[in-house]
């Protein structure tokens, strides 16, 4: 809506302010991100759902269920066994991600306070309109 804006110190101000919060969204990224180990075993948790699901013309049956996509199973306890062994052996990673995810929760819960940048009015670009004037009144002081 206002990338088409021009005005050097415009411009500047808008720059710095998405690079603020372009840092925070990388942050949370990177806070949520699974470790190696955890992505190995759910590689690990995919191939053996693949081994162990029936196989219909050549590829595996899926089943659907409120929206969510699962291999259906040759044998649905021979596979729980297989997984639970596997969880087993990924125990520090799995508990590692729940960890994770729970903190995570509480992070996407907090209030954050951003400093940005904010612009004279004598510097908005001449050619604006009433709706980017609106959309960035936030940055504007007088």
Same mark, same amino acid.
Not at 107 to 127: F, G, R, S, V
């Given at each position: 809506m206002c990338g088409n804006l021009k005005g050097l110190k415009f411009a500047y101000c808008m720059a710095k302010n998405k690079k603020k919060i372009d840092e925070e969204i990388e942050f949370i990224k990177e806070f949520i991100k699974p470790s190696e180990e955890y992505l190995d075993y759910d590689r690990k948790r995919i191939e053996l759902a693949k081994s162990c699901a029936k196989v219909k013309d050549g590829k595996e049956e899926v089943a659907v269920k409120d929206g969510v996509e699962s291999y259906v199973m040759e044998n649905q306890e021979d596979? #729980?066994? /297989?997984? /639970?062994?596997? @969880?087993?052996? *990924? #125990?520090? =990673?799995? !508990?590692?991600?729940?960890? @994770? %995810?729970?903190? *995570?929760?509480?992070?996407? !819960?907090?209030? %954050?306070? %951003?400093?940005?940048?904010?612009?004279? !009015?004598? #510097?908005?670009? !001449?050619?604006? &309109? &009433?709706? @980017?004037? =609106?959309?960035?009144s936030e940055f504007i002081i007088d």
């Open positions: 596979f #729980n066994k /297989k997984v /639970k062994e596997l @969880q087993e052996e *990924y #125990n520090d =990673a799995l !508990e590692g991600r729940k960890k @994770q %995810i729970e903190d *995570y929760g509480k992070l996407i !819960e907090e209030e %954050i306070e %951003i400093e940005l940048c904010k612009i004279k !009015e004598k #510097n908005l670009p !001449e050619d604006i &309109t &009433t709706n @980017q004037f =609106a959309s960035i």
